[in-house]
């Protein structure tokens, strides 16, 4: 069974563009949660899809980003303009169930580290 | 004040040695208790899980819940040198879907 895949695995853009990153949860986990750790501080939930709906987003920092899942597939979350702060590593994981730690627990993957220069 | 509280570390310790890992939280809300395992360059591993107060045991691995003293604890017997990583603890109330994490403590075990 393939993991949770996030790309790109590093991205360094300039303050003021927009980045683009991709998480594939695992087939069939309907799911998918964006956590975020910026350095120096905890890992963070962002927002928590189930298949294409947003459960819950009361993590999101600002409306700089944007979180779509097409057909309840892979997601993608868009910072856009890119800010000095938004440096961090940004992790994807998916989950079987609604309390997935119950049981499978959740699968991370390997997270994308974004620099904002 | 921060919901969980983990000791950064680092910790280094020799192989064989037990090695006691713990978390404090504020959120008496918190019933569902985990510690994850993260490798460099890696994304969290679920290590164990606890639901409520008690004590879970896998292998090498213990974790005790003390939700009197808010206060969770990770064990690990005879230590390895494969058990150097960050641990990282984490909690849940019931009715929610996110995960509130401690900053991980990084473990070192010497050969």
């Known amino acids: 069974e393939a993991g949770v895949t996030q790309f790109p695995s590093h991205s360094v853009i300039e303050k003021g563009q927009t980045v683009t990153l991709r998480c594939d949860p695992i087939?069939?986990?309907?799911?998918l949660y964006w956590y975020r750790r910026v350095m120096g501080k905890e890992i963070k939930f962002l927002l928590h899809f189930v298949k294409e709906s947003k459960q819950d987003e009361s993590g999101m920092p600002n409306n700089r980003f944007l979180a779509e899942r097409t057909g309840g597939t892979y997601s993608t979350l868009k910072v856009q303009p890119a800010e000095l702060e938004d440096s961090g590593v940004y992790f994807c994981?998916?989950?079987?169930?609604?309390?997935?730690?119950?049981?499978?627990?959740?699968?991370f993957g390997s997270g994308t580290r974004l620099t904002v220069v | 004040q921060k919901e969980v509280e983990q000791d950064p570390g680092p910790l280094s310790v020799p192989e064989g040695a037990i090695v006691s890992l713990n978390c404090t939280y504020s959120?008496?809300?918190?019933?569902?208790f985990m510690w994850y395992r993260q490798y460099s360059r890696k994304g969290p591993e679920l290590l164990m899980y606890?639901?409520?107060?008690g004590n879970k045991e896998d292998g090498r691995f213990t974790a005790q819940v003390d939700k009197s003293s808010k206060y969770i604890s990770l064990f690990i017997r005879d230590s390895q040198p494969s058990d150097s990583a960050t641990y990282l603890c984490?909690?849940?109330?019931?009715?929610?879907?996110?995960?509130?994490f401690g900053k991980g403590t990084k473990l070192s075990v010497k050969p």
């Open positions: 606890t639901y409520s107060s």
């Open positions: 984490a909690m849940s109330a019931l009715s929610q879907g996110n995960l509130i």
């Open positions: 087939s069939g986990h309907d799911n």
């Open positions: 994981a998916s989950s079987q169930d609604d309390r997935g730690w119950m049981s499978y627990g959740y699968t």
């Open positions: 959120n008496s809300a918190f019933q569902y």
